[in-house]
């Protein structure tokens, strides 16, 4: 009957956010009561923690939680490697992502979940502010995430999306592979590399600037690569995983796209240093590794197909 289709269509999609942390006991605490508070109707927070020790209040605040908030410890700290934790825990047909730093509304949920009822939605992100809480420059947002579509109600069709303020359809992540774990210490990229294999899928991804995130940044804990001693370390890293995002997805990408990719990545991280011939020497250093990488990798899994 009609009214029966309408319901199932207006029916709640259930969903479970996922929070990787690592060292971050006093603000894992407010971001956990965050998502806890949300103004939605069947939903799960799992929070996944790969710090050394448990943090007292973290303690206090899981032993007086609702059922609806699952705590689990990993022993390695790896960023993809806990969102796959949480995945594989979810019981949600939504997967939220946010991370242990972040301030978020109660009906921040609500927002995300709402595209979803669009069977070709895959993705969605919303917008992540500073601490400052100044709006980004919308134009500067659309192409830092290859928008494709600008809609009158300011939302937007977006090529990724951005690892502390998304959500995806967890059919979509589990088809596409989970998150590569070999994305080690900061993960520069593993947002990426995830949003590149769900579209390649055929999904669609949605940019909603009503859903609102306040992303801390904490300098301690997290992925540990925002200190100003470790700048040049932190480059090195984020410099090969971004090698590595380009070449293990370079079907997807086209040949085009992946050189001028490669060449923009050697331009933020090399080009006009002072030491240039030194970072000369690293940036082939670093590209034969990424490419090494990359082809075990495509050796350990079905070959990626272009998307149309």
């Known amino acids: 009957m009609p009214g029966n289709k309408m319901q199932q269509a207006v029916k709640p999609l259930s969903v479970s956010v996922v929070i990787p942390t690592y060292e971050r006991g006093e603000i894992l605490s407010e971001a956990i ?24 209040s973290v303690k206090k605040l ?5 059922p609806r908030l699952r705590y689990l410890r990993l022993s390695t700290p790896n960023l993809p490697g806990a969102r796959n934790a949480g995945v594989r825990a979810a019981k949600g047909e939504i997967i939220s992502f946010i991370d242990d730093d972040v301030v978020i509304g109660p009906e921040y949920i609500a927002g995300m979940a709402a595209h979803f009822h669009d069977p070709s939605v895959g993705a969605v ?27 009158p109600d300011g939302t937007a069709s977006v090529s990724w999306v951005v690892g502390c303020n ?4 967890a059919r979509a992540i589990v088809d596409a592979g989970m998150c590569d774990e070999k994305f ?18 055929g999904y669609k991804f949605i940019y909603d600037p009503r859903v609102r995130l306040i992303h801390l940044e904490l300098a301690s804990g ?8 470790d700048l040049e370390k932190r480059d090195e890293l984020r410099f090969r995983l971004q090698l590595y995002f380009l070449f293990k997805n370079r079907a997807i990408f086209g040949w085009r796209q992946f050189c001028s990719s490669v060449w923009q990545t050697y331009r ?10 030194t970072w000369s020497k690293f940036f082939v250093r670093q590209f034969r590794s990424a ?15 272009r998307r149309p």
Do not use: H
């Open 33 to 56: 009561s965050m998502a806890l508070a949300q103004d939605y109707p069947d939903f799960e927070v799992i929070v996944v923690d790969q710090s050394r020790e448990l943090a007292e």
């Open 62 to 66: 899981i032993e007086s939680a609702p």
């Open 125 to 151: 992100m919303g917008m992540t502010l500073p601490a400052s809480g100044k709006e980004p420059d919308r134009q500067a947002v659309m192409k830092q995430f290859w928008a494709w579509e600008e809609f």
């Open 166 to 169: 998304s959500s995806y359809r």
């Open 184 to 201: 080690t210490g900061s993960a520069w990229s593993e947002d990426a590399d995830l949003s590149v294999r769900v579209r390649n899928l």
């Open 222 to 229: 997290g992925c540990a690569n925002r200190s100003p001693a």
């Open 268 to 277: 933020q991280y090399a080009f006009n240093r002072l030491l240039f011939a």
């Open 291 to 305: 490419r090494n990488l990359s082809i075990v990798v495509s050796m350990c899994s079905p070959a990626a197909s």
